[in-house]
């Protein structure tokens, strides 16, 4: 949890930093990307370790780096959202939410789907973890904050 909460306090400069740099297409699509591929790393590594204390390091590491997006993906909703920024947040965490429902559901299932080879069953799910978050990465690469919904209502 701490490694979260630092994530988005270096997220947030971060973000700031690269869409002042680069604009608002490359700065907000570039620091979600970033931490996508950091969180696809880190859930990688988890896979390779054998040492409880560094699978703890990998699993900060995904914490730190998930919130690490946080405010790039918040920072897009306001760009192309203008007025209407609270449909489009609001639109955003329900598919988060719905993911994060039937994330159970899914990791259950992988755990069972390898009979007594619990372990395995586990791999399976980091695996997938790591394999959405590469998906994450490169739609990432495509959204653009620099194009409103509505352009007479942009945010700015």
């Known amino acids: 949890l701490a490694a979260g909460v ?68 918040w920072a897009f909703g306001q760009d192309i959202g203008g007025r209407n920024v609270g449909a489009v947040v609001g639109w955003a965490n329900m598919w988060g939410n719905i993911g994060a429902a039937v994330s159970p559901l899914v990791f259950g299932f992988l755990s069972r789907s390898f009979g007594a080879d619990v372990a395995a069953g586990w791999q399976a799910a980091f695996v997938a973890c790591a394999l959405v978050q590469l998906l994450a990465a490169v739609a990432a690469a495509f959204i653009s904050s620099s194009r409103p919904l509505e352009p007479d209502t942009a945010a700015r």
């Open 6 to 73: 630092l994530g988005l306090f270096v997220g947030g400069r971060f973000t700031d930093s690269a869409a002042r740099r680069f604009g608002p297409r490359w700065g907000r699509s570039a620091a979600m990307a970033v931490s996508r591929l950091a969180v696809a790393g880190a859930f990688a590594a988890v896979l390779l370790v054998r040492d409880p204390v560094a699978a703890a390091v990998c699993l900060s590491v995904i914490g730190f780096a998930t919130d690490l997006g946080t405010p790039a993906m």
